[in-house]
């Protein structure tokens, strides 16, 4: 009898799952997931990506077996697991979500997709996100976010669930696949379950503290949704935390002002969530070069090593930066204005491209989404050509925002007993009081204030070249954000052409987007 596989990627749910649906409309299906080797061999994967797949796999799994089925798993490279599962047992159509995402995935699709031509399958696959592929027009972009986001969630259908040919094989273990073995061992757990109860449990009291408390690392970890990471693989569907937020607002009472700010900020940010993945569909170069190229060359030959190291080991000296890494490495995670600091300071103060930047925060950071992860790399470190720099001081951060040093004592034990006076800049205190307190911080490995001016210099003084400035429009036109946006500015008014690569995806805001979920 025919029947039809559904390729599960970063979508793993039944619910809301455009191409599930879709391929169950026609008969009986099978559903395949591929653990690829070669995907798991890439720069930005880590072991807590893999294991949270595999949490929120299992998911899939007792959900599919409550229909009657199972979730089938095997092992190898796309195309060869389709040539092997054809010959065994031949299939009409494969079925998928539109993924956004590195370079690898992108170059893989493009093969599945001539495969399936090949051997006469049919190749469908379902838009997800907001994310429009072939959009003509950056205009065109927000129009269709709200029709698609507005429209109902996709029902399942009654499922006929094909067996499959031969048994699941054991997902290997993360050091197999090359990965390094380290698993923050306070990071988020996958599965649809868990994101379900992180999604309520935000819409029913933690938003009431989402405005205003997402800027602090303090008060971050519970103000924002921590939704994040459960948008990354799927286990939620854009569309239904979109429509869920919009019914927690609906039945909010009038008194309840500050939970309803809460939501409608929190509203806005689904939607930067979709502009940036759009960029990438549009130009999927942001992952390894300049958005801009007349700043190929500001950073590239000038790489330091010792720098690089005592950022990702967390030895800048600086407390606020250094607590920041020690945060990442035990739980995954960091709010938006920390991240945005750790890049700002790579790229100014430190000097660093972007690029090696980028692969190791993508290993640290459990929600790494491709399509937000690289445009924000760039425009933190100042080359996209059409953001204002941005540069976010450490101690200044760490005044603002964790003006008891409450945050710098939790992750960084050695400075529990240094005075308040010298809490951020430790590394100012006399010797003798540091040897009474037993602590031997380091001197930054540059002056924080003349590294800073050096690099704004630089750029500022190649941002002004008439070329450079020139290039600017062709970037506005395909990356600007329009208005009618939530916080678009006021100026990015011009629209995208067609991509070459993939199809056209959306514009970016002159104006700093939060992306805390």
Not at 484 to 501: E, F, I, K
């Amino acid at each position: 009898m025919p029947y039809r596989v559904v390729w599960f990627k970063r979508d793993l749910r039944l619910a809301d799952h455009a191409a599930l649906a879709e391929a169950a409309r026609h008969g009986p299906v099978l559903c395949l997931y591929v653990i690829e080797p070669r995907l798991w061999a890439q720069p930005d994967a880590a072991t807590p990506h893999y294991h949270f797949i595999l949490e929120s796999l299992r998911d899939l799994d007792q959900a599919l077996r409550s229909q009657g089925g199972q979730l089938w798993v095997v092992v190898g490279d796309m195309v060869d697991v389709l040539d092997r599962l054809h010959h065994t047992a031949p299939f009409e159509a494969l079925h998928a979500h539109e993924e956004t995402g590195n370079q690898f995935t992108y170059a893989r699709d493009l093969a599945v997709g001539r495969w399936c031509r090949t051997h006469g399958v049919g190749w469908h696959e379902s838009p997800t996100f907001g994310v429009v592929r072939r959009l003509r027009h950056r205009r065109e972009w927000q129009p269709q976010w709200e029709r698609r986001m507005a429209a109902a969630q996709a029902a399942l259908p009654a499922l006929a669930l094909r067996p499959p040919p031969w048994p699941s094989d054991a997902p290997p273990p993360a050091t197999a696949l090359g990965l390094n073995p380290w698993d923050p061992p306070r990071r988020q757990r996958g599965g649809r379950q868990q994101a379900l109860v992180t999604l309520n449990d935000f819409l029913d009291t933690r938003s009431a503290t989402y405005r205003g408390g997402i800027s602090s690392p303090l008060s971050a970890p519970t103000a924002c949704s921590r939704l994040s990471a459960y948008l990354a693989y799927g286990c939620l569907s854009m569309r239904e935390v979109v429509q869920a937020t919009r019914h927690a607002l609906a039945l909010l009472p009038p008194e309840a002002k500050q939970q309803r700010l809460g939501l409608q900020a929190f509203h806005s940010r689904l939607y930067w969530h979709c502009h940036f993945i759009q960029k990438l569909e549009s130009e999927p170069e942001l992952e390894w070069r300049n958005l801009h190229r007349g700043y190929d060359g500001l950073r590239e030959n000038e790489w330091s090593a010792a720098h690089f190291e005592a950022l990702t080991q967390g030895r800048t000296g600086w407390p606020m930066v250094d607590a920041c890494v020690a945060m990442l490495r035990e739980t995954g995670w960091l709010n938006f204005r920390m991240r945005a600091m750790l890049v700002s300071v790579a790229a100014y103060p430190l000097w660093l491209h972007w690029r090696e930047v980028g692969h190791w925060l993508a290993r640290q950071f459990l929600d790494y989404e491709p399509g937000i992860h690289w445009p924000q790399m760039q425009m933190q470190s100042g080359t996209t050509g059409i953001n204002t720099t941005r540069v976010y001081n450490p101690v200044k951060q760490a005044q603002d925002h964790d003006p008891q040093g409450r945050f710098v004592r939790h992750w960084l034990p050695t400075l529990r007993q240094v005075p308040d006076g010298w809490i951020f800049e430790p590394w100012h205190m006399p010797a003798g009081l540091q040897t009474r307190l037993g602590v031997e911080w380091p001197q930054p490995p540059v002056d924080l204030g003349s590294a800073t001016r050096t690099a704004k210099t630089r750029v500022h003084a190649l941002r002004a070249q008439p070329a450079v400035r020139q290039a600017k429009a062709p970037i506005v036109e395909r990356h600007g954000s329009r208005r009618g946006m939530p916080g678009a500015s006021r100026d990015a008014t011009a629209q995208g052409p067609t991509a070459p690569r993939r199809a056209p995806r959306t514009a970016h805001s002159s104006q700093q987007m939060q992306l805390d979920f």
